[in-house]
Structure formats: C-alpha cells, structure tokens
C-alpha cells in the first residue's frame, strides 16, 4: 500500500544494528529499503517479535529479501510523520 501521506523519518538506534529487536521500543517503526530497486516496505512487528525476538537488526536485515529479489536490503528504524492535509482530511 503506497500512502504518499506519510513520509518517514529515520531515526538510528544507539547501537545501530547491533541493537536486538526486542530492546527496540514498540512504537519504532522499522522500514526496510531495497538497494536496488528501491522498494520500501514496512515490517511487521508483531511477525518479528514471533520469530526473531533475540536477533540483532544486522541479522534480521541480512536476511530480508526484496519482492525484486534482490537481498540488498537497508533496514531502518524511525518513524513516520504526516504530511500536511491536502483537503483529504480523514
Ligand atoms: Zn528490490
């Protein structure tokens, strides 16, 4: 789902990837980036929680692969802000 609303905000973890998911604050967002194609998706929490709730964010990412393919991913914590309202206030 593309929401060209929402814009997102990168805020590194002190640690970086050595960070393990589970000292990652529940509302940071964590958004992978494709190297290559660019692609962005959001991760489920609650997915990564299940299944690699010890994991560092540098092995979570190494394994993160791209609808394209490709596994050159970013992974990135943050946030996402809204963008102001353009009369589609909902
Ligand atoms: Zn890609």
Request: with cysteine.
């Amino acid at each position: 789902m593309d929401d060209d609303s929402r814009k997102f905000v990168e805020r590194p973890m002190l640690g970086g990837h050595s960070n393990t998911l589970n000292i990652i604050p529940g509302h940071v967002t964590l958004l992978a980036e494709c190297r290559s194609c660019g692609h962005r998706r959001e991760l489920d929490r609650e997915l990564l929680n299940a299944y690699a709730h010890t994991a560092t964010l540098g092995q979570i990412e190494a394994r993160l692969r791209c609808a394209c393919g490709e596994k050159n991913t970013r992974l990135m914590t943050g946030y996402w802000v809204s963008a102001p309202p353009a009369g589609n206030n909902s």
